[in-house]
């Protein structure tokens, strides 16, 4: 992505990310921001994401919010306190397939149960901007995995990481494109 953008910042809820140790190892600021505070004092899911936001927001002053790992679902609150900066979002399988939580496991056994023969036996993952519904915002990127017939969860959860991790990059790239079209 040499010469569209860097990376500012990575974001986790949880303080054991990986993400946040290699980010710290490559010199990238951090911030932990857990939602279990807010949930002790009784504050609303929707204070969360606001705070959330306008820290990112602040802190790091970004051209492109990407998720990815990020396993809770943000509110409205969340996006409406970012302004116009993009949001994406990786999700493990192909669009209107599998929307939210466990997608790969549950491809695994619709496969198993002989219920993906008709879509030729494949799953996915595709990169797309997040809005208030999860899963179904405009895709950005896409690429089908095939399931073999000696998968097993664990092999298939390998190929679709390795598939997660080239359309991630294709499509943060794309999209730092189009941000660089836009303000020439």
């Known amino acids: 992505l040499a010469g569209l953008g860097a990376v500012v910042g990575v974001v986790s809820n949880r303080a054991q990310a990986y993400g946040l140790t290699r980010a710290k190892n490559a010199n990238i ?3 932990y921001f857990p939602l279990k505070p807010y949930k002790d004092e009784g504050r609303a899911r929707e204070e969360y994401d606001a705070d959330l936001a306008r ?7 970004p051209d492109l919010i990407v998720l990815a790992g990020w396993m809770h679902i943000l509110s409205p609150a969340f996006l409406d306190n970012l ?15 599998f929307n939210g ?22 799953t996915g993952a595709m990169v797309h901007r997040v809005t208030p519904v999860v899963d179904v915002g405009e895709v950005i990127a896409s ?16 190929r679709m ?14 999209m730092l494109q189009a941000h660089a079209a836009a303000r020439a």
């Open 55 to 61: 820290k990112v927001a602040l802190d790091f002053r």
């Open 83 to 97: 302004g116009d900066v993009p949001v994406i979002n990786l999700h493990p399988a192909l669009p209107g397939e």
């Open 161 to 174: 990481h390795e598939t997660e991790h080239t359309l991630l990059v294709a499509a943060v790239r794309k």
């Open 101 to 122: 939580a466990n997608a790969i496991a549950r491809a695994f056994e619709a496969y198993q149960r002989g219920e993906l023969q008709a879509r030729g036996n494949r």
């Open 143 to 158: 690429m089908e995995v095939p399931i073999k017939a000696d998968d097993t969860l664990e092999a298939l959860e390998t």
């Open 29 to 31: 600021p951090t911030l």
